[in-house]
Every structure is written in C-alpha cells, then in structure tokens.
C-alpha cells in the first residue's frame, strides 16, 4: 500500500515525491516509463567520457533563492553562464540579439544604450494588439532582425509559422539595447557538479521512496494499492486520447565526437537559415567544464514523433487542453503537475517552484 503514486520520475514527480517522503513520511511510488529518472534533465557519459544532456542543453537558472537553497541539499553547484551565438549565413552574431549583434551585422557604431533604443525605434512596426509571435517581434525589432533571426528558426523549430503561434513562444526571448551578450541574466546561474542525474539520484533516495522504470503507469494500476495519485505525464495520455491528441514538438538527435578539444567557439549555436535542416549544434563539454582532447557535439532536427518535449502554443490546441482541463478537475483524487500535464512551457525554475507551492498549498 503506497499513499501515493506518482506518475513520471522528471522534476515535478521527484520534488514532489522527496516532499512527500522526507517531510510528511509518506510511502511513494514513482512509476516512470523511461528507462531513466531525470526526465528530459537527464545526463550521461559518452564512450568518450563527456557527460552529454541526452535530451537538449539543461542550463539551470533561476532568480529564486527559494529554489535554489532547496536544489542545493543535493548537489554543488558549478557556475556557468550560457552564451548563444546565431549562424546567419555563415556567420556568427550574439543572440539574444543585443548592441554587438547590431553593429556587426549593419556594420554601425552603435555607441551606447540609447542608440541602439533609437535604432529599433527607427525600424519596428507598431501593432497592436499582440496577437502572435510575429506580432511580438516586428512591435520590437522591425521586419528585417523577424526574418533573419526569428522566422526560419521559428519555423523549424515548430513547423508553424510564427504569426500561428502564441506570443508566448518568441516572447521568451529578450531583446537588449545593451552588450550583455549572456544568454540569461537571471542572479543564479549555475550547472550541478556532478550532472543532473546525479542530483536526482540524492532526491530520491529516500527509504519511503521506490522507483519503477520502464513502466506505463496503466499497466500496474490494478496490482497496486494507494491513496493519491500525482501524474506528471501528458495530460491526454492519461484520458485515452478522449478528445484527441495534443500536439507536441519533438527533437531528434544526431550526435558526432570530433578528435580535437572544441568543435565550436561557445556551447550552443542556432541555426537560423532555412539552409539548415537541424535548428542547433550543442557542444556539451562547455556544460560540463570538462578537459579532453576530444569533443561531442549534437545537432538538433525538430520532429512531431518521439519524446514529447514542446506543447505547441496556438489558440487551437489551448482549446483542445482546456477540454482535458475540465476533466482533471473533476479527480478530486490527481493532482496534474508538470510542463505535460499541463500543457504549458515551463523552465526547469519554474517546474520546481511550482512543485514546492503545490506541496505546500495542497491538504497532503
């Protein structure tokens, strides 16, 4: 008999289970059907030694110290500040785009802040209201910066255009008058020392805590006993697609080792021509600060099939959600958490914070 079960072993699932466990000592089972914990945080090391972030670069950073003083019971931390360039034919600009991306790439000499505040000034198009991703952008940048860096990329990325999709979804992406070329500027800006995996291993050991992997939760739900149940998978799966199923964006990854030490000047680089099929290239011993004198990088192909890593934010499938929404709220018994479960992009931050407000706010 377990008080609870709760469905996926990602960050939603074992915050909420360690809570559980160590605070209320209560007895969970954490049904994963992958054959990992970690969910798409997960890292391992390479025939080569390089611990690789299987699922996409996982950069921590939070401005919560909240979150932060929790992760760090079960791991150190290394400090590490992610720098993004974009591949525009051929060649490299800071992105987020800042000051430095505009005076390479127009050839000026934009000398401070408020220049470059009078250079977007003098090329966005005012629209309002916001309506789509493009909406966002143009307001911001103007037509010319939307279609080099915004729109193929957007593209690829999600196979929709970006006046398809929500504002939300290029919204994420800051524009600077600055030369700050971080790609976050959040106040913890940090990588687990020891990799991802090894931080949720602390999480979850835990005497009241037992893990099954590879393991569709419906498949065990009537030899099992428990009280409650916390389901951090894709909402539709868990209603039998009863109204159909959501879309989501999937990655494929191609990965090459290459005999020398980098392979490119910084850990992520976009690729933001149409040229290119795959959307970037991610260098993983610059997430690690590993010494070695090979390398290991992963080119990125966006796909519909496999892991479902990207709920696709169009005022369709939010009315198609909300369908399943109103269901949830009707199981008085499942508490949804999660970036599928509730079908909306959360950073990893975020996915804690949410987790630690759910436990505390819920009569557990």
């Known amino acids: 008999m377990y008080d609870y079960l709760i469905v996926g072993a990602g960050f939603s699932g074992s915050v909420m289970a ?6 209320l000592n209560k007895k969970v089972l954490i049904v994963e059907k992958r054959n990992h914990i970690g969910g798409n945080a997960y890292d391992d090391f390479d025939k080569n030694g390089i611990l690789v972030h299987r699922y996409g670069p996982h950069i921590f950073h939070t401005n919560s110290k909240k979150v932060f003083d929790y992760l760090s019971q079960f791991t150190e931390w290394r ?4 720098k993004v ?30 220049e470059a505040k009078e250079f977007y000034d003098s090329v966005r198009e ?3 209201p916001i309506l789509n991703s493009e909406d966002i952008i143009v307001n911001q940048v103007g037509n010319d910066l939307f279609e080099k860096f915004f729109r193929n990329f957007t593209k690829k990325q999600w196979n929709l255009e970006p006046k398809e999709l929500s504002p939300t979804v290029c919204g994420r992406i800051p524009v600077r008058i600055n030369d700050d070329c971080r790609y976050f500027t959040d106040k913890y800006q940090y990588m687990p020392k020891d990799g991802y995996t090894k931080m949720f291993e602390k999480i979850l050991n835990h005497k009241n805590i037992e893990v099954i992997l590879k393991t569709d939760f419906k ?7 428990f009280g409650k149940m916390i ?11 009863k109204f159909g199923k959501l879309p989501y964006r999937s990655i494929k990854f191609e990965y ?36 070695n004198n090979k390398t290991t990088v992963s080119f990125e192909y966006p796909t519909e099939n496999g892991e479902p890593f990207y709920p696709v934010p169009s005022d369709e499938n939010n009315k198609l959600y909300k369908k399943y929404f109103e269901q949830s709220e009707l199981l008085k018994s499942v508490i949804f958490l999660g970036r599928l479960a509730e079908y909306k992009y959360f950073n990893m931050d975020q996915v804690v914070a949410k987790a630690l407000k759910t436990f505390q706010d819920k009569n557990f």
Do not use: C, M
């Not at 498949?219 to 006993?225: C, G």
């Not at 090459?256 to 000047?265: A, G, V, W």
């Open 85 to 114: 360039l974009a591949n525009l034919n051929d060649k490299l600009y800071p992105i987020p785009i800042n000051r430095i991306t505009l005076n390479i790439l127009y050839d000026l000499i934009l000398k401070d802040e408020e």
């Open 231 to 241: 389901y951090t998978g894709p909402i539709d799966h868990f209603f039998d697609y």
């Open 18 to 23: 360690e809570r559980l466990a160590s605070q």
């Open 219 to 225: 498949s065990i739900l009537n030899s099992i006993e």
């Open 126 to 128: 005012s629209r309002s």
């Open 256 to 291: 090459k080792t290459f005999n020398k030490e980098y392979y490119q000047p910084t850990a992520q680089v976009n690729f933001v021509d149409r040229k290119y099929s795959f959307t970037r290239v991610v260098e993983h011993k610059y997430l690690s600060n590993q010494k």
């Open 79 to 82: 400090y590490y500040e992610h």
